[in-house]
């Protein structure tokens, strides 16, 4: 059975940083590429970073370039988000994925298994 457990969500003022963490068993994790996508109230769960299986290429969505970074440990099936500089806009629910590949794709619909997700807010 495929788990992804995220953790190290919470509040945090604006221009301050968090790093969530996914915890992944039950997959061979080092043959997925993983990413984090967000779902603010009532919006739709968007793409925020992915991370292709070896870790060698990542992508990040344009409202996050610069601030965000996303890494794994492929020893420890764990995935990583260090967020730096938050903003208001960034409060939402994160959640960890595992795509169908080792790629690291951008929609959300490339995605088979899903974390239930970690808070996060960000008070102005």
């Known amino acids: 059975q495929v788990q992804l457990v995220e953790s190290g969500g919470g509040l945090v003022q604006a221009g301050g940083s968090l790093r969530l963490s996914c915890a992944a068993s039950g997959l061979a994790f080092s043959s997925y590429g993983m990413g984090w996508f967000r779902q603010a109230p009532g919006k739709e769960r968007r793409f925020v970073a992915a991370?292709?299986?070896?870790?060698?290429?990542?992508y990040y969505a344009d409202s996050v370039k610069g601030r965000f970074t996303i890494s794994r440990n492929n020893a420890e099936k764990t995935v990583y988000l260090q967020m730096n500089s938050l903003k208001s806009e960034d409060t939402a629910v994160y959640y960890c994925?595992?795509?169908?590949?080792?790629?690291?794709?951008?929609?959300?619909?490339?995605?088979?298994?899903w974390g239930r997700g970690t808070p996060v807010t960000v008070s102005s």
């Open positions: 994925a595992a795509s169908r590949s080792g790629t690291a794709p951008t929609t959300r619909w490339d995605y088979a298994y």
């Open positions: 991370i292709e299986r070896s870790g060698g290429m990542t």
